[in-house]
């Protein structure tokens, strides 16, 4: 579903901006994960610290290897002038999809 979604916007701004979305949601997400497992979540400025800290929350590099895919393109689809194609907000939608079920499963 993701591909399909991101193949109607094309490349360009709007692709950018679903993929910013995305990461919002994947980082929203794995703090949630973070604060319901340990109680905590990462106010550190270095992502990888996240990574980490969302690794141990939910027992393995799945989640984690999500967030970091997610953090990757972070600043192309944020801060950069280059546009994000549609194959790659794709790739950032499922991500943060897969964080998003990650979360609900550990809050339901």
Do not use: W
């Amino acid at each position: 579903m993701a591909m399909e979604f991101a193949s109607e916007l094309g490349d360009g701004p709007s692709a950018n901006v679903a993929t910013s979305n995305a990461v919002l949601a994947g980082i929203a997400a794995a703090d949630a994960i973070c604060g319901k497992a340990l109680q905590l979540r990462s106010n550190s400025s270095n992502h990888a610290e996240a990574i980490a800290l969302l690794r141990r929350a939910y027992g393995g590099d799945t989640a984690a290897n999500h967030l970091k895919a997610l953090v990757a393109i972070k600043s192309t689809a944020a801060y950069e002038p280059r546009m994000v194609t549609a194959a790659k907000s794709a790739e950032a939608l499922q991500h943060a999809d897969r964080l998003v079920v990650a979360m609900d499963k550990m809050l339901l």
